[in-house]
C-alpha cells in the first residue's frame, strides 16, 4: 500500500549524523511538499518535519529536512539515544482524486 | 494545545462494522483550515491513510477502503467519527485521529490511538 519507498533501517552512534532517503513519484514529492513523522516505541506518530525543511516549534534544529526532484531525506545531526525511533516521510499525492500516503517507514537504532 | 482523544470498542466481530469517535479539545473541527483524518497501523506495520473529513462534510477516502468507509462531523459536539464494515482481521490495527492542515498538507497534531481487534 506504500507509495513512498524508505530503506528499513538506519544506524549510528552518538554524536553522528544519519540520513534517511524517501522515494517517490511525479504525483506526490514531485509535486506537493513533503513531511516527516517521528514514531518512538509504543506511541503515536508526531510531527517532525513539513513542507520539506520546516520544523515545528519544539523540535530540535538536530533535525532538518530536503526535497530534490521526486526524492526527499531527512538528516539527524549529533545522533541521541533518544532518536531511536521509527521515522516516516509522507506527502500529498495527487492521483486517484488525491489522497495522503506515507513511506514504508525506517526504524533508526543508536548503537 | 489541541488533543484528540479517540474513543469506540476494542473489540469488534468479523462481518460487523467498526466505529470509532474523535474528540478535539483546544480547537475546533469547525475551522475551515483543517481536515479531520483518520490514519491506521497495523501491529508491527507502517501507517496507512483511511480519510479525512472538513467542517462541512465533504470527504476524501482512500480507495482501498472507500466502498466500506463512511465519516461524520458533529461540530456541536466538537467531534468527528469513522466507521467502517464488513470489518476483516485485516481491519485490525491501532488507529489514530489527527488534524490535517490544509495549507502544505500536514498532519500537524494526532490522538494517541487505540487499538482495534477483530475478533470473533
Known amino acids: 500500500q506504500s507509495v513512498l519507498t524508505q530503506p528499513p533501517s538506519a544506524s549510528g552512534t552518538p554524536g553522528q549524523r544519519v540520513t534517511i532517503s524517501c522515494s517517490g513519484s511525479?504525483?506526490?514529492?514531485?509535486?506537493?511538499?513533503v513531511n516527516w513523522f517521528q514514531q518512538l516505541p509504543g506511541t503515536a506518530p508526531k510531527l517532525l518535519i513539513y513542507?520539506?525543511?520546516q520544523r515545528p516549534s519544539g523540535v530540535p534544529d538536530r533535525f532538518s529536512g530536503s526535497k530534490s526532484g521526486t526524492s526527499a531525506s531527512l538528516a539527524i545531526s549529533g545522533l541521541q539515544s533518544e532518536d531511536a525511533a521509527d521515522y516516516y516521510c509522507?506527502?500529498?499525492?495527487?492521483?486517484?482524486?488525491?489522497?495522503?500516503?506515507f513511506g514504508t517507514g525506517t526504524k533508526v537504532t543508536v548503537l | 494545545q489541541v488533543q484528540l482523544q479517540e474513543s469506540g470498542p476494542g473489540l469488534v466481530k468479523p462481518s460487523e462494522t467498526l466505529s470509532l469517535t474523535c474528540t478535539v479539545s483546544?480547537?475546533?473541527?469547525?475551522?475551515?483550515?483543517?481536515?479531520w483524518s483518520w490514519i491506521r497501523q497495523p501491529p508491527g506495520k507502517g501507517l496507512e491513510w483511511i480519510g479525512y473529513?472538513?467542517?462541512?462534510?465533504?470527504?476524501n477516502y482512500n480507495p482501498s477502503l472507500k466502498s466500506r468507509l463512511t465519516m461524520s462531523v458533529d461540530t456541536s459536539k466538537n467531534q468527528f467519527s469513522l466507521k467502517l464494515s464488513s470489518v476483516t482481521a485485516a481491519d485490525t490495527a491501532v488507529y489514530y485521529c489527527?488534524?490535517?492542515?490544509?495549507?502544505?498538507?500536514?498532519?500537524?497534531?494526532w490522538g494517541q490511538g487505540t487499538l482495534v481487534t477483530v475478533s470473533s
Open positions: 483546544g480547537g475546533s473541527v469547525s475551522s475551515g483550515s483543517y481536515y
Open positions: 473529513i472538513s467542517y462541512s462534510g465533504s470527504t
Open positions: 511525479n504525483s506526490n514529492i514531485g509535486s506537493n511538499p
Open positions: 489527527a488534524r490535517l492542515k490544509r495549507v502544505a498538507a500536514h498532519l500537524d497534531y
Open positions: 513542507n520539506n525543511n
Open positions: 509522507a506527502a500529498w499525492d495527487d492521483s486517484l482524486n488525491g489522497r495522503y500516503v
